[in-house]
């Protein structure tokens, strides 16, 4: 349940921290992934983002973004296993969860390092994200890595055990590579 919770959230994050080219970037899906590392006691797991609304806009040249939007369905966040699969939708109320990021700035820390904050909404909570991340382009195409690390207790979820000692960790690990074409 919660390694599902957990790739949702890692799919919220990194496409939050597409930056995008002049105008708009069109995200390529086919060669772009949006991962959530899940720790467990006695195992780890990763789901993966399968289907995603993304829309991203910012500067070409320099590659900083203006603004970043991401909207998906939980049900789209698969890790292997379709019982788990179930339950975290479960665990997360039911229905249809959805979940989203918006991007509200990014900044070069005095390292270099580039960094994206930005609001995710995941179970009706809403929370204030930062994380690195890089871009780079070749001709019109942007690639952009980044990690960013979640707490799903901080979005009101139920700390996920099974047996009374299983326990899936609160800290998720949100990895993503968004490809696209700068418009």
């Known amino acids: 349940m919660a390694a599902k919770t957990v790739s949702a959230l890692v799919a919220a994050t990194l496409a939050a921290l597409v930056p995008v080219g002049a ?10 992934r949006i991962h959530v590392d899940v720790s467990a006691t006695g195992h780890d797991f990763t789901g993966t983002l399968k289907d995603y609304t993304a829309k991203g806009s910012g500067d070409a040249g320099s590659l900083d973004p203006s603004g970043f939007e ?7 966040l ?8 179930k339950e975290m939708i479960k665990w997360l109320g039911g229905g249809d969860p959805k979940g989203t990021f918006k991007f509200t700035k990014s900044w070069k820390e005095k390292s270099g390092a580039t960094k994206a904050m ?18 780079k382009a ?15 207790k901080d979005f009101k979820l139920d700390i996920i ?23």
């Open 118 to 135: 930005g609001t995710i909404t995941i179970h009706g909570v809403s929370k204030t994200i930062s994380f690195p991340f890089t871009a």
């Open 78 to 85: 698969k890790t292997g296993d379709a019982k788990r699969d």
């Open 23 to 32: 105008a708009t970037l069109d995200v390529d899906k086919g060669r772009s």
């Open 161 to 183: 055990r099974s047996m009374g000692i299983l326990t899936v960790d609160p800290k998720l690990v949100i990895r993503f590579h968004v490809v696209g074409k700068a418009k």
């Open 70 to 76: 991401l909207q998906w369905s939980f049900k789209n």
């Open 138 to 152: 070749d001709g019109d195409w942007v690639t952009i890595d980044g990690t960013a690390t979640l707490n799903y």
